[in-house]
């Protein structure tokens, strides 16, 4: 297979057709998947260690303390209830497990907390990962000598859509975190929402900045439209479409992995089996932030019957 890189007007053109075409889109992503990914899932899974009460004002989001969103607000969970539920997410299958904390950023006793209940997620035979909002240099190398494996930081959309869905910092401040994950040697984990009202236009230009800063991981979520958000009346996308964001994700990033997170059994709903025929090779199972997930049984069982495997820990791909 041809390692040939799409351009920003092939993708907008793939998007553009409907009908039984958009069928080849998906066949194209699957082969593509198969070739550069081979037929393993990636399975993580996630904790909402510090929740609610956020200072920032992003439109989608349930923890902004702007919003009125009804979430649970409670500071950083103890070590063993975190490690408790990465016990949890190793039975279930999942070889990643994530911290995620509310907030712009953590630090001080927060962050040297993390930092202790990191080695020991190691040492139960998981890869850490965390989502620690905004960090230094500094912090992240902290991050990393305590046996972080992984950081994510989404750019959430493209640089021009950014400002309609957050006003507290800027699409700036994420790509210099995300710069700052880079030099310290941290593998990175970057990607975005959809269906915030952004343009297939936006999606292609997030691709292309996902393609020139090479995370890791790329995850897809789906917005879940909550309650006392901005975003409250928006519309899901369809099914179709966000199979088609799948496709052109791996069409565009081919040797990423590409991880279906957030909104997808609300979004896919009968259509979800579609995943990896779209062409992800990777899921966030288990339970989301501030929604439900799929339980880590079910996802077992999908992977399966698509024949694929779960990638064991630590193994990387050959591409």
Request: with cysteine.
């Amino acid at each position: 297979m041809q390692n040939r890189q799409l351009s920003n007007g092939e993708a907008l053109a793939l998007v553009s057709l409907s009908g039984d075409a958009v069928f080849g889109i998906f066949e194209a992503a699957s082969r593509v998947r198969g070739h550069f990914r081979g037929d393993s899932v990636d399975v993580c899974s996630i904790v909402n260690a510090r929740s609610g009460a956020c200072p920032e004002d992003c439109a989608y989001c349930a923890q902004s303390a702007r919003n009125s969103a009804k979430v649970d607000i409670f500071p950083l969970l103890d070590e063993g209830r975190i490690l408790e539920k990465a016990k949890e997410a190793k039975k279930g299958g999942a070889g990643r497990f994530c911290i995620v904390t509310s907030g712009r950023r953590v630090s001080g006793q927060d962050l040297k907390k993390i930092g202790s209940v990191i080695s020991k997620i190691r040492g139960e035979g998981l890869l850490p990962c965390a989502t620690l909002g905004l960090l230094s240099g500094e912090e992240l190398r902290f991050l990393m000598d305590s046996g972080l494996e992984r950081y994510h930081n989404n750019l959430e959309t493209s640089e021009r859509f950014f400002p309609e869905i957050c006003s507290t910092h800027t699409y700036r401040d994420k790509m210099k975190t995300i710069d700052a994950v880079k030099k310290a040697g941290l593998s990175l984990c970057s990607g975005g929402i959809f269906g915030l009202g952004e343009t297939w236009q936006d999606r292609v230009d997030m691709a292309f900045a996902l393609r020139e800063i090479s995370p890791d991981s790329v995850p897809i979520n789906f917005l879940i439209p909550i309650e006392g958000t901005p975003m409250e009346s928006r519309r899901p996308l369809l099914p179709l479409e966000a199979l088609k964001v799948i496709s052109l994700y791996r069409l565009i990033l081919p040797a990423k992995e590409i991880r279906v997170c957030g909104g997808r059994m609300q979004v896919l709903g009968d259509l979800h089996s579609f995943i990896f025929f779209a062409g992800a090779d990777g899921l966030l199972s288990g339970n989301y932030l501030t929604t439900l997930g799929r339980d880590f049984d079910d996802d077992l069982r999908f992977i399966r019957d698509f024949g694929l495997g779960v990638r064991p820990t630590g193994k990387k791909c050959s591409a």
